[in-house]
């Protein structure tokens, strides 16, 4: 039997980790990911998980030995947060192109300088371009749900790469909701074990992640980015594998509601989609036509998903919670990017805010709807503002600086 | 076929004439047989193990990035621990892999105890990207980055003895090494792979291109660094420590030196200076037994 209990997100991932029957995880403390591994260090000590716990001496070293578990064939896990990330980038490369299908929980924090170790996603879209795939969940049972889906989804032969989970730092990983923890002989009849090739059998030794030609270079990257496309078709697939066998909707490439008859439609990633969910239906209720599309797969992005849930939609609202710099919200840019060639051009407005975290609450929702009520009826004076942003005042440290 | 015959470094690869690296990894392929994995991160061996499709070494060899050596020895290891299965796992790596950029996730390594053999081959330098000088370049070498000129000289600096970092680790296994006693060599690579836990051998690798000398010269000058009393041959099994060679009528120092073009601009003060540290550090060991204790240096 399922049971239902009080948890955080990161000790939902840490139970799916536990069922996913993951073999090596190696990991590096940091906040507000650590519960994560102490969960599954308290889980090996028990004998609840047999797994070999590696807590190695950087986030660098934690996704090099996750990635070298993998190319021995084994279901390797880790996870990390916003400085972890980043000091993993090289390796996150390496992961996406030496297509091994870790895993990761990424509890998304905010990047420093200044230090800030509450939520936003400036982590997870620094790693845009690696080549990973990158889930969102909205709540802490699609923690649990997307972390298990993950290593289903990465291990498909026609996918054969890495999956970020993504929580949101505080938000979900301090946070207690009931969530549904399945027995492991429901989890087993989701979750095979691991089929993996072992590229370094002594009986027929190759060398893998080797020099080659430019001419070679190519072709590898022209298989990754085949595979990634691939990986678009097979999270819809096994989301809904998943559902058919748990009953509840965590995966996909995107959820809607309220979209067909919207003239406002809200696009984000992540739990303030929940905060929002929650504000759509009150304004529906009030007879306002306002949609939102969560979207859960933002790399490989749902772009043609997002052009045809838009089709009908007079304003877009893409609440982004990163930034880059020099160009603007990232979803919002990717949200525009799709909707040329689709014959759809409401206005979209770029919502940046909840950085640190920031609250995105109903004040700040309210503001939002107002802005896309306005460009509705025409008013195109402003496509981007940030939230919660006061006016620049010069502040001086107590030595004059 | 026994491994001691079987061939492990395929014809036709891509190491320079005269190379020290490829006759040490030969040797640790050799000693340890058909059942390892290897592991090189970014190094010269790196771009010898071969060019796809092609691969120059007849062992399973994972390629990994500058400083991740350990770490992938670590993943590996738990790995096969997870699975119970029993493969010598080989760290394969430069100086630079070690010394430097990698030094903090070595440590990591041997600190949780994984059971592995690192070897480092020691070519004093980053040799694959030009001769650049590393944290194990001796003091007095001309490098790419230490050219000496009007205002600077060449390298100043004491190298890191990367041996004793590791001893100060209470590592169960830690060797010196050199290809020109390949006897040595192999009977250390095998008592590493034997013995449960990290091991790790510090190995003079020549390299002709880099030091600049005729590369039919490479085993002789790995000799010489050994007979002149410069590269002192040991090991530290379980506690025990010992030198494995003590050279009887030490050749002169210069000889090691004056073949080398990066040594080229040494004056006879500067040779008796090193002839003199050699003859005291000898002296010592002579004296009060071989240790492996910590000075000060400067050079």
């Given at each position: 039997m399922t049971s239902k209990s009080n948890m955080t997100a990161t000790s939902a991932v840490a139970h799916a980790a536990r069922l996913a029957r993951v073999e090596v995880v190696a990991a590096y403390p940091i906040t507000p990911q650590t519960r994560i591994i102490e969960s599954i260090s308290r889980f090996v000590a028990d004998g609840e998980m047999k797994a070999q716990f590696v807590q190695v001496e950087s986030e660098h070293s934690a996704l090099a030995a996750t990635i070298a578990a993998s190319s021995k064939g084994v279901r390797a896990f880790t996870a990390t947060s916003s400085q972890g990330l980043l000091y993993m980038h090289e390796m996150m490369h390496w992961a996406a192109s030496a297509r091994v299908p870790v895993v990761m929980a990424n509890v998304n924090r905010a990047v420093a300088p200044p230090w800030n170790i509450y939520g936003d996603h400036q982590d997870a879209i620094s790693q845009r371009d690696t080549g990973w795939i990158q889930l969102f969940a909205e709540t802490n049972q699609q923690a649990l749900d997307l972390t298990l889906q993950a290593f289903r989804i990465a291990e498909d032969e026609r996918v054969q790469l890495p999956i970020m989970v993504n929580l949101d730092g505080f938000?979900?990983?301090?946070t207690y909701e009931q969530v549904a923890v399945p027995t492991a002989d429901i989890v087993d009849g989701f979750l095979a074990p691991r089929d993996g090739v072992?590229?370094?059998?002594t009986e027929h030794p190759v060398t893998i992640n080797g020099v080659v030609s430019p001419e070679h270079y190519i072709q590898f990257r022209a298989l990754q980015k085949d595979a990634t496309q691939r990986a678009a078709a097979v999270i819809e697939e096994i989301g809904k594998v998943f559902t058919d066998q748990f009953?509840?909707?965590?995966?996909?490439l995107i959820s809607l509601e309220g979209?067909?008859?919207?003239?406002i439609v809200f696009v984000t990633l992540g739990s303030v989609a929940s905060t929002i969910r929650g504000e759509v239906r009150s304004w529906r209720a009030k007879g306002k036509r306002v949609g939102i599309a969560s979207v859960?797969?933002?790399?490989?992005?749902p772009g043609d998903e997002i052009a045809r849930a838009l089709s009908g939609t007079g304003a877009v609202v893409v609440w982004d919670r990163a930034y880059s710099f020099g160009n603007g919200g990232p979803l919002a840019v990717e949200v525009k990017s799709a909707l040329y060639g689709s014959g759809t051009r409401p206005a979209v407005l770029s919502a940046v805010g909840g950085f640190g975290g920031a609250p995105i609450g109903p004040r700040e929702l309210a503001q939002a709807l107002e802005w896309a009520e306005a460009a509705l009826h025409g008013?195109?004076?402003?496509?981007e503002i940030w939230f919660g942003v006061k006016p620049y005042r010069e502040e001086r440290t107590p030595n004059g600086k | 076929m026994g491994s001691e015959h079987a061939e492990f470094v395929m014809r036709g690869?891509?190491?320079?004439?005269?190379?020290g690296a490829i006759l040490i990894l030969r040797q640790v392929a050799e000693a340890i047989g058909p059942n390892q994995i290897m592991v090189i991160p970014a190094c010269c061996m790196g771009a010898v193990a071969g060019r796809f499709p092609s691969a120059s070494f007849n062992v399973p060899v994972l390629r990994t990035a500058f400083a991740s050596a350990g770490s992938f020895l670590s993943g590996l290891d738990a790995s096969i621990k997870a699975r119970g299965e029993k493969t010598t796992l080989v760290g394969f790596a430069g100086d630079g892999a070690t010394v430097d950029i990698g030094l903090a996730v070595l440590s990591g390594a041997i600190e949780r105890g994984h059971d592995f053999v690192y070897v480092c081959y020691d070519n004093e330098g980053y040799m694959n990207t030009g001769f650049q000088r590393s944290g194990s370049t001796p003091p007095g070498a001309r490098t790419s980055t230490t050219p000496g000129g009007v205002l600077e000289h060449y390298k100043t600096e004491a190298r890191k003895d990367i041996a004793k970092i590791v001893a100060a680790h209470g590592i169960p296994y830690l060797a010196t090494a050199s290809p020109a006693h390949p006897d040595d060599l192999k009977r250390k690579v095998k008592r590493a792979a034997e013995i449960e836990g990290p091991a790790f051998l510090h190995v003079i690798s020549p390299c002709p291109l880099g030091w600049g000398f005729?590369?039919?010269?490479t085993v002789q000058l790995a000799r010489i660094a050994v007979e002149s009393g410069l590269w002192k041959l040991y090991e530290l099994d379980l506690g025990a420590l010992r030198l494995t060679q003590s050279p009887k009528n030490r050749k002169p120092v210069r000889e090691f030196f004056s073949v080398q073009s990066r040594f080229a601009h040494l004056t006879d003060d500067v040779y008796q200076r090193l002839q003199d540290a050699v003859d005291e550090e000898w002296k010592v060991i002579e004296e009060e037994g071989f240790s492996l204790r910590c000075e000060t240096v400067r050079a």
């Amino acid at each position: 039997m399922t049971s239902k209990s009080n948890m955080t997100a990161t000790s939902a991932v840490a139970h799916a980790a536990r069922l996913a029957r993951v073999e090596v995880v190696a990991a590096y403390p940091i906040t507000p990911q650590t519960r994560i591994i102490e969960s599954i260090s308290r889980f090996v000590a028990d004998g609840e998980m047999k797994a070999q716990f590696v807590q190695v001496e950087s986030e660098h070293s934690a996704l090099a030995a996750t990635i070298a578990a993998s190319s021995k064939g084994v279901r390797a896990f880790t996870a990390t947060s916003s400085q972890g990330l980043l000091y993993m980038h090289e390796m996150m490369h390496w992961a996406a192109s030496a297509r091994v299908p870790v895993v990761m929980a990424n509890v998304n924090r905010a990047v420093a300088p200044p230090w800030n170790i509450y939520g936003d996603h400036q982590d997870a879209i620094s790693q845009r371009d690696t080549g990973w795939i990158q889930l969102f969940a909205e709540t802490n049972q699609q923690a649990l749900d997307l972390t298990l889906q993950a290593f289903r989804i990465a291990e498909d032969e026609r996918v054969q790469l890495p999956i970020m989970v993504n929580l949101d730092g505080f938000t979900l990983s301090h946070t207690y909701e009931q969530v549904a923890v399945p027995t492991a002989d429901i989890v087993d009849g989701f979750l095979a074990p691991r089929d993996g090739v072992d590229w370094l059998d002594t009986e027929h030794p190759v060398t893998i992640n080797g020099v080659v030609s430019p001419e070679h270079y190519i072709q590898f990257r022209a298989l990754q980015k085949d595979a990634t496309q691939r990986a678009a078709a097979v999270i819809e697939e096994i989301g809904k594998v998943f559902t058919d066998q748990f009953g509840r909707d965590s995966g996909g490439l995107i959820s809607l509601e309220g979209v067909e008859d919207a003239d406002i439609v809200f696009v984000t990633l992540g739990s303030v989609a929940s905060t929002i969910r929650g504000e759509v239906r009150s304004w529906r209720a009030k007879g306002k036509r306002v949609g939102i599309a969560s979207v859960r797969s933002y790399r490989p992005f749902p772009g043609d998903e997002i052009a045809r849930a838009l089709s009908g939609t007079g304003a877009v609202v893409v609440w982004d919670r990163a930034y880059s710099f020099g160009n603007g919200g990232p979803l919002a840019v990717e949200v525009k990017s799709a909707l040329y060639g689709s014959g759809t051009r409401p206005a979209v407005l770029s919502a940046v805010g909840g950085f640190g975290g920031a609250p995105i609450g109903p004040r700040e929702l309210a503001q939002a709807l107002e802005w896309a009520e306005a460009a509705l009826h025409g008013d195109g004076t402003r496509s981007e503002i940030w939230f919660g942003v006061k006016p620049y005042r010069e502040e001086r440290t107590p030595n004059g600086k | 076929m026994g491994s001691e015959h079987a061939e492990f470094v395929m014809r036709g690869n891509s190491s320079c004439a005269g190379c020290g690296a490829i006759l040490i990894l030969r040797q640790v392929a050799e000693a340890i047989g058909p059942n390892q994995i290897m592991v090189i991160p970014a190094c010269c061996m790196g771009a010898v193990a071969g060019r796809f499709p092609s691969a120059s070494f007849n062992v399973p060899v994972l390629r990994t990035a500058f400083a991740s050596a350990g770490s992938f020895l670590s993943g590996l290891d738990a790995s096969i621990k997870a699975r119970g299965e029993k493969t010598t796992l080989v760290g394969f790596a430069g100086d630079g892999a070690t010394v430097d950029i990698g030094l903090a996730v070595l440590s990591g390594a041997i600190e949780r105890g994984h059971d592995f053999v690192y070897v480092c081959y020691d070519n004093e330098g980053y040799m694959n990207t030009g001769f650049q000088r590393s944290g194990s370049t001796p003091p007095g070498a001309r490098t790419s980055t230490t050219p000496g000129g009007v205002l600077e000289h060449y390298k100043t600096e004491a190298r890191k003895d990367i041996a004793k970092i590791v001893a100060a680790h209470g590592i169960p296994y830690l060797a010196t090494a050199s290809p020109a006693h390949p006897d040595d060599l192999k009977r250390k690579v095998k008592r590493a792979a034997e013995i449960e836990g990290p091991a790790f051998l510090h190995v003079i690798s020549p390299c002709p291109l880099g030091w600049g000398f005729p590369s039919s010269q490479t085993v002789q000058l790995a000799r010489i660094a050994v007979e002149s009393g410069l590269w002192k041959l040991y090991e530290l099994d379980l506690g025990a420590l010992r030198l494995t060679q003590s050279p009887k009528n030490r050749k002169p120092v210069r000889e090691f030196f004056s073949v080398q073009s990066r040594f080229a601009h040494l004056t006879d003060d500067v040779y008796q200076r090193l002839q003199d540290a050699v003859d005291e550090e000898w002296k010592v060991i002579e004296e009060e037994g071989f240790s492996l204790r910590c000075e000060t240096v400067r050079a």
